[in-house]
């Protein structure tokens, strides 16, 4: 059997798996019917099957078990579920990229520069080693290349961008850089011990977005949202502090606790007047403030 044949019976079986469990029947059966339409022999026994699943994990971290109580296989989410949904998700992504030769008439791609994951493995190699790192970084607002060492300690997704935290030895703080202005990446053989105590989840957990605490500590924060817009911040919770006060046909009412940072305030603007903010005072006055400055640039203009 060709190699071919091999890694397209591993994407059927996850295939299979991802829509419900199924006992070694039923996805025999699914990888029969897929030979007869593909051309290939996809039919295997139940030691090739065995065998498949360890192929999986190794190539794809998919973890297929076997639940003795159903007679079923599954795809087991639970020691890592948000890192498994992304990689079934990069799954399906590689998969619909990959049945046509000419993707620009079926896909339209958002336009967009790389996000820099070409580093993600270095680095994700220098935070499992504790070992620093050298680059090259560009900071908008200054314009200029900066040389920078850094103790990596964890690498993280905000708005399709990936950050990786580090110390930053220049000052031993704590800072995010975004891969996509980072460059010129070296792992350095020298090696350092982690902030005992640090936890990613605990240092963001009153945060939203990739700036960190500061020092600052979190706020009540009660929002209104029209109606129609609740029905979205419900489906995808703005923090996991959400919490609803009302719901009816005239508002949607939230209660959250976390750090007023910049990210935060650039999120509740990008929600227009669908959103009205009732508390704390300081975050209504910061709201007005860039409101008042935006409509006075188009007053200038009368």
């Known amino acids: 059997m060709s190699k071919h044949e091999a890694v397209s019976r591993y994407n059927l079986i996850i295939r299979k798996l991802r829509n419900h469990p199924a006992d070694f029947a039923e996805i025999a059966n699914f990888l029969e019917v897929?030979?007869?339409?593909?051309?290939?022999?996809?039919?295997?026994?139940?030691?090739?099957?065995?065998?498949?699943?360890?192929?999986?994990?190794?190539?794809y971290k998919i973890d297929i078990q076997y639940n003795f109580s159903d007679k079923v296989y599954y795809i087991d989410n639970d020691d890592q579920p948000e890192a498994n949904e992304r990689i079934l998700e990069a799954f399906d992504t590689f998969n619909a990229l990959n049945i046509t030769d000419r993707?620009?008439?079926?896909?339209?791609?958002?336009?967009?520069?790389?996000q820099g994951t070409e580093n993600l493995y270095g680095l994700l190699h220098a935070i499992k080693n504790c070992v620093q790192i050298r680059f090259s970084y560009l900071k908008y607002w200054e314009g200029?290349?900066?040389?920078?060492?850094?103790?990596?300690?964890?690498?993280?997704?905000?708005?399709?961008r990936w950050y990786i935290l580090a110390i930053d030895l220049k000052d031993n703080k704590i800072k995010s850089f975004?891969?996509?202005r980072?460059?010129?990446?070296?792992?350095?053989?020298?090696?350092?011990?982690?902030?005992?105590?640090?936890?990613?989840?605990?240092?963001?957990?009153?945060?939203?977005?990739?700036?960190?605490?500061?020092?600052?500590?979190?706020?009540?924060?009660?929002?209104?949202?029209?109606?129609?817009?609740?029905?979205f911040i419900k489906s995808?919770?703005?923090?996991?502090?959400q919490e609803i006060l009302k719901d009816d046909d005239e508002e949607l009412r939230l209660k959250l606790r976390l750090v007023l940072t910049h990210d935060f305030l650039m999120e509740l603007?990008?929600?227009?007047?669908?959103?009205?903010?009732?508390?704390?005072?300081?975050?209504?006055?910061?709201?007005?403030t860039v409101y008042r400055s935006a409509l006075d640039q188009y007053c200038d203009e009368q």
Do not use: M, W
Not at 144 to 160: H, I, S, W
């Open 103 to 114: 993707l620009s008439d079926h896909i339209h791609f958002e336009k967009r520069r790389p």
């Open 34 to 59: 897929q030979s007869e339409i593909e051309g290939y022999n996809f039919k295997i026994s139940k030691r090739t099957f065995q065998r498949d699943l360890k192929d999986i994990y190794a190539i």
């Open 144 to 160: 200029e290349l900066t040389r920078r060492l850094a103790e990596p300690l964890v690498l993280k997704e905000f708005k399709n």
């Open 182 to 231: 980072l460059s010129g990446l070296e792992i350095t053989k020298k090696h350092f011990e982690t902030p005992s105590g640090f936890n990613v989840t605990s240092y963001y957990r009153h945060c939203f977005g990739i700036v960190g605490p500061n020092g600052q500590e979190p706020e009540e924060v009660i929002l209104s949202f029209d109606p129609f817009q609740g029905k």
């Open 269 to 288: 603007l990008s929600h227009g007047d669908n959103v009205k903010v009732i508390a704390p005072d300081k975050l209504v006055n910061e709201v007005k």
């Open 178 to 180: 975004a891969l996509d």
């Open 236 to 241: 995808l919770p703005l923090h996991e502090s």
